[in-house]
């Protein structure tokens, strides 16, 4: 996101920052609208096609349009990326047992922090290679076709 926004938009750190605050309000506008159901239905359907959407306009930033349209974009990338979030801690929270709902949770955040620093060398390898657009597009584009891949098994779409 700093490449993309200095090289490519030739913007400033405000713009940066004033981005990097959109994604976190759109996650507590998720948290607050999402939170107001006591229960979560079509979860599988929740979880991959929030992750699709998210993907896709994370994608978007690639082809640099305005900024408001990007404010946009993030806004609501964060409220598709805790809707999906929402969905995987309530399936986890009914179909784990309580007295292991503990270790399988550290297992899953260890899995996704584990991998950190190997998506950032991906990434940081991607962008000096590609630029930063092209990264933004292809990664998109991925992470979409994936989820979107996931939404054609029948036990994702069957989640409830």
């Not at 007295?99 to 584990?114: K, T």
């Amino acid at each position: 996101m700093p490449f993309l926004v200095s090289d490519f938009m030739h913007a400033d750190v405000g713009t940066l920052g004033l981005l990097y605050a959109a994604f976190p309000l759109g996650y507590v506008i998720g948290g607050i609208w999402l939170g107001r159901y006591a229960k979560l239905r079509r979860r599988g359907r929740l979880m991959f096609g929030s992750m699709a959407v998210a993907a896709l306009l994370l994608g978007l930033f690639g082809f640099l349009p305005p900024l408001p349209v990007l404010l946009v974009a993030a806004l609501i990338n964060g409220f598709a990326l805790e809707a999906g979030h929402l969905a995987w801690t309530n399936v986890l929270q009914e179909r784990v047992p309580n007295e292991q709902l503990g270790r399988v949770v550290s297992i899953d955040a260890m899995g996704s922090f584990g991998l950190l620093p190997v998506g950032f060398a991906v990434a940081g390898w991607a962008t000096e290679t590609l630029g930063a657009p092209l990264v933004f597009i292809i990664g998109g584009a991925v992470t979409a076709g994936i989820a979107l891949l996931a939404l054609a098994h029948p036990a994702i779409r069957g989640l409830d």
